[in-house]
């Protein structure tokens, strides 16, 4: 099984509320990552956990906090965003978080913030 | 020295024809380099990869070319099928920066039966 799981598929949010994203990975990986998608663009990577620790922080706003329950589960906590947080936001994971292991992405949750 | 450039932006193929997707790199600390094939409404999944020791590694109908001199690299696909008709992006990494990607921009594949 190599999937990534993401919930929900689709999330319209305002301003001011507070909304979370879910992945999940049974694959036994130890290294989770979230990266932001805008149309006709790469992904651009917010954040990486390796063995539940948040290794990497792409100086992302604080309105996005990461959280990392278990090695199973990455939750995205979201609050106050903007209109141009609007995006597809993609979740991987990978055996560890070293250059040559493979990324399995998720399908993604496409967030509008109105 | 972190971009990896990719071209074209857009590329149209006839079916049985070849595709051919070029990227080029600076920095050349990086030792990793996957290429990802992103459909409409999924996630990337990687295609194929290559390490900067071997000058070309073929999977199927696609081939990547990789010339450590000029800092550059590219995909080939052959006999290009419909379904093969997608967003690709080249990436680089670094065995040092705990997993980080650095993609191009994406090229959006067509190919007319």
């Known amino acids: 099984d190599t999937e990534v799981t993401q919930t929900p598929k689709h999330l319209v949010m305002g301003m001011t509320n507070k909304k979370s994203l879910k992945c999940e990975q049974h694959?036994?990986?130890?290294?989770m990552y979230w990266y932001k998608q805008k149309a006709k663009k790469p992904p651009e990577l917010m954040f990486v956990y390796s063995y539940e620790k948040l290794s990497i922080n792409e100086s992302v706003p604080s309105r996005f906090s990461p959280e990392c329950p278990n090695s199973s589960l990455l939750n995205l906590h979201l609050h106050a965003l903007q209109p141009e947080d609007s995006a597809l936001y993609l979740c991987?994971?990978?055996?560890?978080?070293?250059?040559?292991?493979?990324?399995?992405f998720g399908p993604g949750t496409r967030l509008l913030v109105l | 020295q972190q971009q990896v450039k990719q071209s074209p932006q857009s590329l149209i193929v006839q079916k049985g024809g070849i595709s051919i997707i070029n990227c080029a790199y600076e920095n050349t600390a990086f030792d990793y380099f996957p290429w990802y094939q992103q459909f409409p409404g999924k996630g990337p999944a990687l295609l194929i990869a290559?390490?900067?020791?071997?000058s070309e590694k073929k999977e199927g109908r696609f081939t990547i070319s990789f010339n450590k001199s000029a800092k550059q690299f590219s995909l080939h696909i052959m006999d290009s099928q419909p379904g093969d008709s997608a967003t690709y992006f080249c990436a680089a990494s670094r065995g040092n920066q705990g997993g980080k990607l650095i993609f191009g921009q994406g090229t959006e594949l067509s190919v007319k039966p």
């Open positions: 991987a994971s990978s055996q560890g978080a070293r250059a040559q292991e493979t990324q399995y």
């Open positions: 694959m036994g990986h130890r290294a």
């Open positions: 290559i390490r900067p020791d071997v």
